[in-house]
Each structure stands twice: as structure tokens, then as C-alpha cells.
């Protein structure tokens, strides 16, 4: 049987994939690309301890399906924001996007 | 009812409408005079019934009709309020209820009632006088004419509230009550300057005295624990303040208490050296000087010290100090009174000598006398009084006539002939005139001012009754020039041409005053009068019996006689035959500078009292002390706090409260704000770098402490 640590070690180097693509790029719909990355490496981490610790118990998951449901939800909103800001301002770009700046 | 409840309620109406007068009629001239002439007819009816019932009672004098109340809690004991008439109180309580009533009444007529309102009238000035309908001049309605009856209404709650108490606090406060109406309505007219002049002269002169008779109650209070007269008249109670001797002038104490008590009468009876305010009053309206200045409250002052004799004799010193000056007042007065040409100035020195001539009186032991002449007194000197408004009201009436406001109708040289234009005024002021000079057998004057003679006669008092000859005298002299030149002759001014006579308001109470003025004096009739044998005078033997012993009835001496005959007919022959011919513009022919100018006491109590009061007041305590000294310390104090808050604020406030403490906390707060301003860049990558930083720094702080340590 594969090792627990391959699993952990996958989901590690996905979890920074996606918190790379979070922090350097740009384009906002990209941003969201990275953040689903995140939210799956938590999955794997989720499913694996739950493959290879008490399997009667299903806590691992159930987090797992409501990570997904609450992934999809993020992004159904995250998505909808970033459409009604291009409409208003014409550009995706995060940098751009200091609203929040006083 | 009984006499000493009806005793009790006498001084009440006049009080009441005082109040009801002030607070509801004031706006209804009718209804106020309406209802102060009724409750003085209230009381007079009272006093009337006290006074019926009072002859009639045998031992009046040993068992006087006296109730009394406790008032004000002392110590272990209370000062008592009560109500007593004795003889003497009954007597006098006669006269005030008449007088009163009388010039309550006169006081409608005088104040002009049923006459148009002024067509320049305001009030605190008299009035100016209107047009009627047929543009004719005609007097005008007093604007104050409820403030009039009102203050009258209260003066004379004070005159019945002093003569029917029993005790001497009760009596203060009458007293001062009268003082405050005296004030109150000599400068009635309060528009004029000279009226509240002499209003203020009035009430500051008149509380000199006022102040010593307060210290002598208060020496008497503490001597004898007890203000009532039954207490002090007790035998024991005299012979103790006769033996008690005192360091003043070698007094004892009762001649110490009589000659306190006695200052006070020389203030409210205008006696010598406080004589200066009573002429000056003269500036009120014309029945206040009849009631307050002549009739009543004046002779309030003898009352107390008649009411006080038993007291005030024990001590011989004091007996002789009472005589010196009520006899230097009578002759004094009476020569001022020759020299003016005021009307009414004329009778308020007049008053002021036939007081003295009672003061003088009781000075020798006259008891009955001085009593008798303040009865007979009261009623002709108020006769005069309300005689000379008659004819000033008269002369009034001609200067609206003539138009002509120059003329001073008090002025007697303006007058002449008012015998014709006015002859009940002329009757009734004849009868009155010819009581105050003493004329034989016929007036009530000549039998009060004849007993006095003849008691400071027997008495032995020669001194006394030379000088209080010499002053009956010229009491007659200037009552006869008044006369003369007032009705006799023919008219000087064209205003004397056209006087009036006064309507019935005033003229009445002339008529039944002048009753009084000739019948007064029969119930005083010696008992050996020419040697005949008389029935003992009535009024010597019933006031005599206030007295624990009855005063001797003065022997019948024809030199007396003589002397109060000759002075009398001589002065009225001698001012007729000087002043018979007084033509139209001619002044005076016996102009004396000295007395017409009053011997310049105003003068000199001006310089003497006056003028250092004011710089005493105005240079010393208000230049001097007040701004120098006092302001100086206070400014001195507000220097200082200045100073201490200057540097307070510069070092304090300004530098450390508010640069220190306040600006800078704001400059920290500030540079923390700057400094960490830039994390505060609004990218959203930047901000999950930084958490991406910290989250690694504490895992892997977490990380050292947890599990490598």
C-alpha cells in the first residue's frame, strides 16, 4: 500500500501550486483557479487521513463534500463578483482593484 | 359684647381697608374712598361706645378696661400684646377717632372727588386742574386718589393701635407705623423733589429719636422685665428705678429711661433741636398735615410722655430737662412762626410751640394740663389745618380762574378778603384761630393754655411761665396776622378775587371741628375759677385718676389769670392793628432775616450734620475706604489670581497638558498611523503574501517551542 506521506506530500505541492497561482498572478479569475487548487489539497489531505485512520468513522468525508459544496458556492459568487467588476470597471486585474484602499 | 372685644376691634377696619384698598378698589376711586371714610367710621363708632362706657365707669383709673394676649415667647416669660383704656387713653381715643373721621371725610373733598380727570395730571405731581365741558378751568381729580386713602387708612390702624395698648411695644410699633405713613405721604406728591426732600428729612430726623426711645424700652425691658404699664407703674417697681443709679449725669434709672423715652417724643413731637422736619412736612397734602402733623401722630410723642409721667417724674433732673425744652420750643417756634408767610408753614411752627407748651407742662408736674391741652389742642390745630387747605383750595380755584400758575396760593400775602369769598372757612378758622391764641372765657384753647399758666404759676416755675407767656402772646400775635391777612382787608391778587368756597366734604368737617375747638374746653373749667365755687373740673378729675394719686387742682390766681388774658387779647389786637393795612404787592413790614430764615438751623445742622454725613459717606467711605481700600485689596486679590493663572495656563495647561499630554498623544498616534499606512495597500495579494508570512512565522515559532524546545 502506498505510503500516507505520498498523499500529504501531493497535497502539499498542490496546496502551494495553488497558493503560488493565488499570490502571482494576476487576472482575478486565475486567482480563483489557485484558490480551488488550495480547497482540493485539503481534500486529499481530508480523504487520506480518513483512508488510513478509523474508516468507520466518516468525518473525513463529509468535510470532504462540504468543502466541495462550499468551493462551488465560492466560486459561483467569487465568479459572479468578478464579472460585475469587469462590468463597472472594465478590468480584472487584482492590482487594480483597490477599492478597499482608503 | 364686651367693652375690652369692642377695644380690640377698634384699630381693625382701618387696617383692613388699607388691604383691601391696596390689593382689589385701587382702580375705583368711589369704592375706595368708600371704604376707607367707613371703617374710620367703624372705628369711630367704636371708640365712641368705648369712650361712653369708659365715663361711666366708676374707678375708671384704678381698674381700666385691659385685656392682654401672649405674643412673643421670651426666655421663661412672653411679651404680651393687649389693649387697655384707662382715663387718659379714653380721652385721647376721643379726640383721634373725631379727628380722623373728620379728615377722612375732608380728604373726599380735598382730593377733588366728582371733578374731571386732569388734562395733565400724573401721578406723584398734585393736580393741575382740567377743563369741563363749557371750557371752563375747573380742579381736577387726585390721579393717586386710592394710594391717599389707602396710607391715611393705614396711619390711622397705627394712631389707635398706640393709643389703646397696654404696653410700650405695642406702642412702638403704632408709632413706627405712623412714622412710615408720615413718610409715605409727605412725599405723596412724590414727583416734586421738595416733597421727597422732606419726606427723607422727615423719616431720617424723626428715627434719631426713634433710635434713643428703642434703648430706653430696651433699658426699661431689662430693668424691669416687663413692657406693660400695670408691670412698671407697680409702686415697687418705680421705687426700684428711682434708687437705681446709673452713670449717666447722675441719673437714676428712671430718669434715664424717662429721658430716652423722652428724645423719642422730641423727634415724633417735633420738639427743639429735632424740630427742623415737621415745617418741611408741609409738603404733603393738606389733611396729612391736619391728621399726622398737627392732630395725631405729633401729638403721639406728648401721649407717650404723659402715658410715661409717672415714670419720667421720679427723677427731678429729667423733670427739668423735659421743661427747659419743651418751654425754649414753645417761645422759639412761635417767634419763627411770626415770620412766615406760608400758610401752612405759619401753623406747622404754631404746632410745634403749643407742643412744646404741653412738653412744657408736664416738665412742671401738669399732668392734667398738658393732657387737656393735647386734647383741645388736636381739635383747633386740626381745624386750622383742614381751614388752611379750605383756603388754599379756594385760593386754588381763583389761579385756575386767572390762569396765572405764578401765584403762590399759599401764600398769605396774596390772599385778603377771603371773609366774603369764603365764610364758612372764615367762621370756622376765626374759631380756631381764636382757640389756638387763648381767647377768654369762649374757646377751648384758653382754657387748656390757662391751666398750663397757672400750674407752671403755682408751681413756682417762674421762669417757665414768663417764657411760656411771652410765647402765648405771640401765638396770639401771628394767629391774628394769619387771620388778617388771610380773610380780613380786601383782596390783594386778582386770584384772592376769584377763591371759592369748598364743597360740603370739606366744609363740613370745618363746622364740627369748630364745635369742638369752643366746647372742648368746658369740661375743663377749674374748680375755683374768679373764686367761684364750681364743680371740680370733669376732665382734671377724670384723667387726674389715671394716676395712682390724684394731681392737686391748680389754686385760682389772678396774676395767672391776668397774664393769659392780656397776652391773649393783646396778641390778637397788636397782629390786627400791624397788619390791618397790608396793601396789594406790599411784603411783611416786620421782616426779621433771623427768623424768616428759621434761625438757620436747616442751615446749620446742613453744615454741622449733613454735609459730613455726605462726605463721610462719599469721600471718606466711598472715595476713600470703599475705593481705595476695599477695592484696592480686591483688586490686589484679583491681581494675584491673575498672575497665578497666567502661569498656571502658560505652564501647565498650555505646555504640558495640552503639547505634552494632548498634542502628543495625537503626534504618536499619528507617526504609528503613517508607519503603517503602507501595509495598508488595498491589493489583496499582498495582504494573503503578508498573512502567508505570518501564518509560516508563527507556525514556525509554534514549531521551535513546541517541539524542538
Given at each position: 500500500m502506498i505510503p500516507l506521506s505520498w498523499f500529504l506530500i501531493l497535497s502539499a505541492a498542490l496546496f502551494s501550486i495553488g497558493l503560488f497561482g493565488v499570490l502571482s498572478r494576476k487576472n482575478a479569475v486565475a486567482i480563483l483557479l489557485g484558490i480551488e487548487l488550495m480547497l482540493n489539497a485539503v481534500n486529499i489531505n481530508l480523504v487520506s487521513f480518513w483512508r488510513y485512520g478509523d474508516v468507520s468513522q466518516m468525518a473525513g468525508q463529509v468535510f470532504a463534500i462540504i468543502v466541495f459544496a462550499v468551493a462551488a458556492s465560492e466560486v459561483a459568487v467569487g465568479l459572479a463578483l468578478v464579472i460585475s467588476v469587469y462590468r463597472r470597471r472594465n478590468t480584472v486585474i487584482a492590482d487594480e482593484l483597490d477599492l478597499m484602499k482608503w | 359684647m364686651t367693652t375690652e372685644t369692642l377695644i380690640w376691634l377698634i384699630p381693625l377696619p382701618p387696617v383692613l381697608a388699607f388691604f383691601l384698598i391696596v390689593l382689589f378698589t385701587n382702580r375705583n376711586k368711589a369704592l375706595s374712598h368708600t371704604v376707607a371714610v367707613g371703617a374710620a367710621f367703624l372705628s369711630w363708632l367704636g371708640a365712641m361706645i368705648v369712650f361712653g362706657n369708659s365715663i361711666f365707669k366708676p374707678d375708671l383709673g384704678k381698674a381700666p378696661f385691659a385685656s392682654s394676649l401672649n405674643w412673643i415667647p421670651t426666655a421663661d416669660t412672653w411679651l404680651k400684646i393687649g389693649v387697655q383704656v384707662d382715663p387718659l387713653s379714653a380721652v385721647v381715643l376721643f379726640f383721634v377717632a373725631w379727628t380722623v373721621l373728620m379728615i377722612f371725610l375732608y380728604s373726599v373733598g380735598y382730593h377733588n372727588y366728582g371733578q374731571p380727570a386732569g388734562d395733565h395730571d400724573h401721578p406723584g405731581l398734585p393736580p393741575h386742574g382740567a377743563t369741563d365741558e363749557h371750557g371752563h378751568a375747573v380742579p381736577s381729580i387726585e390721579p393717586m386718589y386710592s394710594r391717599f386713602f389707602a396710607f391715611i387708612s393705614l396711619f390711622a390702624f397705627g394712631m389707635f393701635t398706640l393709643v389703646l395698648s397696654d404696653n410700650l411695644l405695642t406702642l412702638f410699633a403704632g408709632w413706627e407705623i405712623m412714622g412710615l405713613c408720615s413718610y409715605l405721604l409727605i412725599g405723596f406728591w412724590y414727583g416734586k423733589e421738595s416733597a421727597r426732600n422732606a419726606a427723607v428729612k422727615a423719616f431720617m430726623t424723626t428715627r434719631v429719636g426713634d433710635v434713643f426711645m428703642l434703648l430706653g424700652i430696651a433699658f426699661l425691658y431689662s430693668a424691669t422685665g416687663s413692657l406693660s404699664y400695670r408691670d412698671i407703674f407697680q409702686p415697687q417697681v418705680l421705687h426700684a428705678l428711682a434708687s437705681v443709679p446709673t452713670p449717666?449725669?447722675?441719673?437714676s434709672a428712671a430718669g434715664l429711661i424717662g429721658l430716652l423715652l423722652f428724645i423719642g417724643t422730641v423727634g415724633k413731637s417735633a420738639q427743639f433741636p429735632l424740630h427742623v422736619w415737621l415745617p418741611d412736612a408741609?409738603?404733603?397734602p393738606t389733611p396729612v398735615s391736619a391728621m399726622?402733623?398737627?392732630?395725631t401722630m405729633v401729638s403721639a410723642g406728648v401721649y407717650m410722655v404723659i402715658r410715661m409721667f409717672p415714670l419720667i417724674s421720679l427723677d427731678p433732673k429729667t423733670m427739668t430737662i423735659i421743661a427747659i425744652i419743651g418751654t425754649f420750643t414753645a417761645i422759639f417756634a412761635a417767634t419763627i412762626a411770626v415770620a412766615q408767610n406760608d400758610i401752612k408753614r405759619v401753623l406747622a411752627y404754631s404746632t410745634i410751640s403749643q407742643l412744646g407748651f404741653m412738653i412744657a407742662a408736664l416738665g412742671v408736674g401738669a399732668y392734667a394740663a398738658a393732657a387737656f391741652h393735647l386734647v383741645t389742642h388736636a381739635f383747633f390745630k386740626a381745624l386750622l389745618f383742614l381751614g388752611s387747605g379750605s383756603v388754599i383750595h379756594g385760593m386754588e380755584h381763583g389761579v385756575l380762574h386767572t390762569g396765572d400758575h405764578s401765584v403762590d396760593p399759599q401764600n398769605m400775602f396774596n390772599m385778603g378778603g377771603l371773609r366774603r369769598k369764603m365764610p364758612i372757612t372764615f367762621w370756622t378758622f376765626l374759631i380756631g384761630g381764636f382757640a389756638l391764641s387763648g381767647f377768654?372765657?369762649?374757646?377751648a384753647g384758653f382754657w387748656s393754655k390757662d391751666e398750663i399758666l397757672a400750674d407752671a404759676f403755682s408751681n413756682g416755675h417762674l421762669i417757665v411761665f414768663i417764657t411760656l407767656a411771652v410765647a402765648a402772646f405771640l401765638t396770639a400775635f401771628y394767629t391774628m396776622r394769619q387771620i388778617t391777612l388771610t380773610f380780613l382787608g380786601e383782596p390783594r391778587t386778582k386770584e384772592a378775587e376769584h377763591a371759592h368756597e369748598t364743597s360740603w366734604t370739606m366744609t363740613a368737617p370745618l363746622v364740627i371741628l369748630a364745635g369742638f375747638a369752643i366746647?372742648?374746653?368746658?369740661?375743663?373749667?377749674?374748680?375755683?375759677?374768679?373764686?367761684l365755687h364750681l364743680n371740680p373740673s370733669w376732665f382734671h378729675e377724670f384723667v387726674g385718676s389715671t394716676l395712682a394719686a390724684m394731681p392737686e387742682a391748680t389754686p385760682f390766681s389772678w396774676v395767672a389769670f391776668g397774664t393769659s388774658l392780656l397776652v391773649a387779647l393783646g396778641g390778637l389786637f397788636f397782629g390786627w392793628l400791624v397788619y390791618r393795612n397790608v396793601a396789594a404787592p406790599e411784603q411783611d413790614k416786620l421782616q426779621i432775616p433771623l427768623l424768616k430764615n428759621k434761625y438757620y438751623f436747616d442751615e446749620i445742622y446742613n453744615f454741622l450734620l449733613i454735609k459730613p454725613s455726605y462726605w463721610f459717606a462719599?469721600?471718606?467711605?466711598?472715595?476713600?475706604?470703599?475705593?481705595?481700600l476695599i477695592d484696592g485689596i480686591l483688586h490686589f486679590f484679583g491681581k494675584a489670581a491673575n498672575v497665578i493663572g497666567s502661569v498656571v495656563r502658560k505652564y501647565i495647561d498650555l505646555w504640558f497638558i495640552n503639547q505634552t499630554v494632548g498634542d502628543g498623544t495625537a503626534h504618536i498616534t499619528q507617526w504609528v498611523g503613517k508607519n503603517l499606512r503602507p501595509i495598508q495597500s488595498g491589493r489583496i495579494q499582498q495582504y494573503m503574501l503578508v498573512s502567508l508570512i505570518v501564518l509560516l512565522a508563527i507556525a514556525g515559532l509554534l514549531y521551535y517551542l513546541l517541539v524542538i524546545v
Open positions: - | 449717666i449725669f447722675g441719673l408741609m409738603e404733603g399726622i402733623h398737627a392732630a377768654p372765657l369762649l374757646t366746647s372742648a374746653g368746658w369740661v375743663g373749667i377749674p374748680q375755683d375759677f374768679l373764686g462719599e469721600t471718606f467711605v466711598y472715595q476713600w475706604v470703599d475705593k481705595g
